[in-house]
């Protein structure tokens, strides 16, 4: 098997779901929104956008705001499953959902723009394999996604994080510094098919 640095990072990331409080090293912060920005796009659209966000206050704000609005949401044997758990958790009053991550990414993309869930995608991906490769912690968080048609919810992000209504929250990801140890990867599904 070819090894290299490249390919052991992407062996090696793993969802992180505990973190220290400390702010990670701006320049790690940094170099992972760049491998972001330079994740592929449909015919190079690039619109993508990064939503940094550092303040532990807003941060806690919108946990906060969509545990209230997922407590308010229904559902049935036919909502997806971590929708469905997303739901009934906040319906308790406590789903730590950010992993007390000190750095959440939002990725928004505008919302007539037909590869905009691929661009976050892709972007998304880029950015975990840079927070592992500077030593960082990372876990993909889709509740801003699937409260980014919640007027509620958008509003508050307008205000607070200036992502412009026509945007779509495509995906997120919480960074930090891992407070437990990665498990080695188990890769028991995906099948492959060579046709030759
Ligand atoms: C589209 C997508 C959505 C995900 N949403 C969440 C999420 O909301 N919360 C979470 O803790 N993990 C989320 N994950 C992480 C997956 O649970 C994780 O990648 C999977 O269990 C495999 O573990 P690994 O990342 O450690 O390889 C998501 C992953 C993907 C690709």
């Known amino acids: 098997m070819i090894q290299n640095p490249t390919l052991q990072t992407i062996q090696e990331r793993r969802s992180i779901r505990r973190y220290r409080p400390d702010m990670p090293d701006r320049d790690k912060i940094e170099a992972v929104i760049e491998a972001g920005r330079c994740a592929p796009s ?6 993508t956008r990064f939503t940094v966000i550092t303040n532990q206050m807003v941060l806690e704000k919108l ?3 969509a545990i209230e609005e997922f407590a308010k949401m229904e559902y049935d044997e036919h909502t997806y ?5 997303a739901i009934r958790n906040s319906r308790t009053g406590h789903y730590p959902m950010l992993f007390g991550a000190p750095v959440l990414v939002l ?3 505008l919302r007539t723009y037909a590869n905009n869930y691929s661009d976050c995608a892709c972007a998304l ?5 840079a927070a592992c490769s500077v030593g960082l912690g990372s876990c993909w968080v889709n509740q801003f996604r699937w409260l980014s048609d919640n007027p509620v919810l958008m509003a508050q992000l307008q205000e607070m994080c ?3 209504l026509e945007e779509k929250v495509c995906g997120g990801m919480v960074m930090g510094i891992a407070d437990i140890a990665p498990k080695k990867p188990a890769v028991t599904g995906y099948p492959v098919t060579w046709v030759e």
């Open 125 to 129: 991906e880029n950015m975990m394999l």
């Open 107 to 109: 990725v928004s993309n």
């Open 63 to 65: 946990q906060a705001l």
């Open 81 to 85: 499953g971590s929708l469905r758990n």
């Open 42 to 47: 449909g015919g190079n659209t690039q619109t």
């Open 162 to 164: 200036h992502i412009p």
